[in-house]
């Protein structure tokens, strides 16, 4: 696709649940990047993908969080054992190696109830 | 965590104005990026400035950077109302992609 697309655009989760979200960069994208913006905030850096090196995983914030990509293609983000404090969007964003310039997608909005 | 602040927090004019907005920033910076978000969602690109650079032009976008004041400027000249959304500037240093984003301005344009 043209952009980078993600799914599902909303989840409503009970607490205690785990939940997977979706990122399709875009073709040709090395790097990947995961953030998290919380209501009315800007966006908190979780997680960093480029080719096939190991991700920098420094901004995530507890070992109930975790990302995988496998190549240049597809990246899940999973939460476990959700808690209300995890509610927020969730976005996904690529890059080409040599510029910084990040295309983000319309990110995932989560509800932990 | 937050590299900095941007000020201030709510803008609201009329269209045809300019709108003002700044960004501070705590660390040396290899680029400082300007983002809009419409709605709360996806972050469009506007404009990059690196460090060695102190303004930049992009259409009716103005970006100056003042690497010694640890801050910068976005000016959107001529607004209108298509202008409304919430702003961004985000930073990235060392060898870290990653970008690091201020608290954002809303700013609204009113027709």
């Known amino acids: 696709g043209a952009g980078v697309s993600q799914s599902p655009s909303n989840k409503v989760t009970e607490k205690g649940k785990d939940v997977e979200l979706r990122c399709d960069p875009i073709s040709g994208h090395t790097a990947l990047y995961w953030y998290r913006q919380r209501l009315g905030q800007g966006l908190e850096f979780l997680i960093y993908f480029q080719g096939n090196s190991a991700p920098d995983k420094s901004g995530l914030p507890s070992d109930r969080f975790s990302a995988e990509r496998t190549g240049e293609s597809v990246s899940t983000l999973t939460i476990q054992r959700t808690q209300q404090e995890d509610s927020a969007v969730y976005l996904c964003?690529?890059?080409?190696?040599?510029?910084?310039?990040?295309?983000f997608g319309a990110g995932t909005r989560l509800s932990v109830l | 965590s937050q590299q900095g602040e941007e000020d201030p927090q709510a803008l609201s004019i009329q269209e045809g104005e300019n709108a003002t907005m700044n960004c501070s920033y705590k660390?040396?910076?290899?680029?400082l990026q300007w983002y809009r978000q419409n709605s709360g969602r996806g972050l469009v690109h506007l404009i990059l400035?690196?460090?060695?650079?102190r303004e930049k032009h992009s259409g009716r976008l103005r970006v100056t950077l003042d690497t010694s004041k640890k801050s910068s400027s976005l000016l959107i000249t001529a607004s209108r109302a298509a202008d409304t959304a919430s702003y961004f500037c985000?930073?990235?240093?060392?060898?870290?992609?990653?970008?690091?984003f201020g608290s954002g301005t809303q700013l609204t344009v009113l027709p």
């Open positions: 660390t040396s910076i290899n680029n």
């Open positions: 400035i690196r460090s060695n650079e």
């Open positions: 985000a930073t990235d240093r060392g060898s870290a992609r990653q970008l690091t």
């Open positions: 964003a690529s890059s080409t190696r040599d510029r910084n310039i990040q295309y």
